[in-house]
Nanobody, 130 residues
Framework: VQLQASGGGSVRIGESLRLSCAAS????????MGWFRQAPGKEREFVSA????????YYADSMKSRFTISRENAKNTVYLQMNSLKPEDTAVYYC????????????????????????WGQGTLVTVSS
């Protein structure tokens, strides 16, 4: 599976961005998807995840009220709508995919762990400034 993230850019504090991640080379609806980010000098951190059907979503606590993950299986695309952006949201954002498994359904700690994802996109840079 190849993943291509896009939609990053430079915005002001309080503005919004929508990231997209287009998948190819596999059956998109059989993959759970996640978004992670990595700020300069920091470790990669979990942002959000969505299960294969879109029926279950997961968020890092600090982003739950501002970010929304969604997917369109017909378009092989997952989205991350980011509102009320802050300077601390500045990072490279990565999308990731893992084959769906009923064993981990509903397991937040599984989805938040980067090591569980099998495929990664190249990342898109988001810069938030005043």
């Amino acid at each position: 599976v190849q993943l291509q993230a896009s939609g990053g850019g430079s915005v002001r504090i309080g503005e919004s961005l929508r990231l997209s991640c287009a998948a190819s080379g596999g059956t998109f609806s059989t993959y759970d998807m996640g978004w992670f980010r990595q700020a300069p000098g920091k470790e990669r951190e979990f942002v959000s995840a969505i299960n294969w059907s879109g029926g279950s979503t997961y968020y890092a606590d600090s982003m739950k009220s501002r970010f929304t993950i969604s997917r369109e299986n017909a378009k092989n695309t997952v989205y991350l709508q980011m509102n009320s952006l802050k300077p601390e949201d500045t990072a490279v954002y990565y999308c990731a995919a893992v084959a769906k498994s009923p064993y981990y359904s509903g397991n937040y700690y599984y989805f938040r762990s980067a090591q569980n994802y099998e495929y990664w996109g190249q990342g898109t840079l988001v810069t938030v400034s005043s």
